[in-house]
């Protein structure tokens, strides 16, 4: 049985899916259409996402779950009178927020996601840019900025780490690719040994490195699961014997690998968007 | 009074910081402290963080407000019984999810952000490279295989805009600064003619351009409020002239203007991470 799942918000949408995605995640082999509507801020909105969910219900022969971040009450009872099984993600925790707050709650649409501190957007902006302008090997200068400074074979998942970490947490990561001359070598690149206390290393297994570097470069020697193994297998000791921290990427989310990077290194974040 | 807020996870903690951060939002003046606590896998882990509860209790003289994705019951009690007002994020949604869907959920750990789905995993790192491959007027080749170009002043929220589409989305965008010379032509650069329906423009503030600008080159011409103003008016005039959708970027966040961006274009998502 086909199921849809509806995200419904008068912000982004984001809150809806991180929960929605987070709880649908603990039943086995469920299957199920996603439909985000974002930005439902009148009646008109409302009116429409109700008519989208009802007509998901009559084309599915089942009922829609709907995620619904509303904050406004007259756009929530409309979405709640839809023929969706309608979890209101916001209003089951606003009371004992109250409560043990003693005050009340706007309950104001866009709050999140919508109003700017000026000061976080700043420091993601800034972090960004130096991700884009140390990634790859680049930048070599500014690594004395960095708090982080990601190593490993090429296509270990540097990149997109060092991008997410910037986004999420506002923190400044670099990311240097092991060439195959350094792997040759097999001593620590000399611009790495002077930031040797900030270096972070991730490796991955064989063959998902072949398979990724496949992707790439179809038939190359760069992705023959021969070379792949000699790559990692040369890295990883190498990396140890420098006591280099070491995080295997191969079954991890890069939100799991961000994560645990700045929980194994004690790096703090700077923003919390 | 100063308040401590707690994020527990025995994952990342991403989804609790997304949901606690948007239901604070909604009190106005709240100041307080907050904490992360992902990988909360065992009692010991548990007992460390109801230490690290209660030592803010006692310090703040208040109760932490602890926002818990805990799924195992026993971790879950442990916390439960610390000094903190523990909102307990998924029991309140599993309950009526199980009895729509009519099966257990699996209460298990590490679920989300955890299990990796390569199919999404690689759709995400592609789309993070293209990103970055066709950032600030590179890669003009590549046009033709983006979802999205994204044109603009420079720093106008561009970059920041298409990293976040690629990594939370999975979309292909590229960006396209205008540069002195293009606004002076007055007319659509000849790279973005052939491309001409997946333009979207980012406009911004004159005022806040010559902020962002003079953190980058302070008392340059660059950042003068002259420029900014001249630059900001003949872009906007020549993309209303071109009939390229428009944004306005100085007082929303980086999820907001990526998801009306999509929303705005109809560009459907490749990913939910």
Known sequence: MKRSVFFISDST????????????????????????????????????????????????????????????????????????????????????????LQRGSAHATGRFHGLVDRAVYDARISAVDFALKHDDGEGLKGYRE??????????????????????????????????IEDVER????????????RLFGLTIAPERLCQIRGQRRPDSRYASLTQCRMEVRTVESLLRRERVPLLDSSTASIEEIATSILHRTGIERRVFP
Chains 1, 2 share one sequence.
């Open 13 to 100: 949408g984001i809150t809806a899916e991180t929960l929605g995605h987070a709880l649908l995640a603990q039943f086995d082999d469920l299957e199920y259409r996603q439909v985000t509507i974002p930005f439902v801020r009148d009646s008109k909105a409302a009116e429409d996402a109700v008519d989208r969910i009802n007509a998901a219900a009559h084309e599915d022969g089942a009922r829609p779950i709907v995620f619904s971040t509303l904050t406004g009450s007259d756009l929530h009872r409309a979405v709640s009178a839809s023929d969706g099984l309608v979890l209101d993600v916001f209003n089951a925790f606003l009371r004992p927020l109250e409560h043990e």
């Open 146 to 179: 960095a708090d982080l400074i990601l190593v490993g074979v090429s296509r270990s998942g540097k990149t997109p780490t060092c991008v997410y970490l910037s986004m999420q947490f506002g923190v400044r990561a670099a990311n240097y690719p092991f060439t």
């Open 186 to 197: 097999d001593s620590l690149p000399e611009v790495l040994k002077a930031h040797q206390e």
